[in-house]
């Protein structure tokens, strides 16, 4: 199994950056993807997770309205559309997944993932 997260970058507050985690190693359709993030100094939280077999999402209070996930199904490619970002947004984004063929509702939290990718830095200016 393997995530490949890209797109981090600096942008300023209110600018949009679109993060990509490509995968490979296993059945895309039978996982859940999810984007966490860790600030310095702060733990690892949730940002948004899909499951890709039925598309349900959740997203975190915190990016409600701003933040979009999806997934390309034919590229095995989840995306996180970042829009009206803030400072407070500054953090190394990690994608993760676990098998979730046979789970109910969208995992959440970061012990419910199995697999990790590496991190991709999202700098916000003010």
């Known amino acids: 199994v393997q995530l490949q997260a890209s797109g981090g970058g600096l942008v300023q507050a209110g600018g949009s950056l679109r993060l990509s985690c490509a995968t490979s190693?296993?059945?895309?359709?039978?996982?859940?993807i999810g984007w966490f993030r860790q600030a310095p100094g702060k733990e690892r939280e949730g940002v948004s997770c899909?499951?890709?077999?039925?598309?349900?999402?959740y997203a975190a209070d915190s990016v409600k309205g701003r933040f979009t996930i999806s997934s390309d199904n034919a590229k095995n490619t989840v995306y996180l559309q970042m829009n009206s970002l803030k400072p407070e947004d500054t953090a190394v984004y990690y994608c993760?997944?676990?098998?979730?063929?046979?789970?109910?509702?969208?995992?959440?939290?970061?012990?419910?993932?199995?697999?990790w990718g590496q991190g991709t830095q999202v700098t916000v200016s003010s």
């Open positions: 899909i499951s890709v077999s039925d598309g349900n999402t």
């Open positions: 993760a997944a676990v098998y979730w063929a046979l789970g109910i509702g969208v995992p959440f939290n970061t012990w419910e993932y199995k697999y």
């Open positions: 190693g296993f059945t895309f359709d039978e996982y859940a």
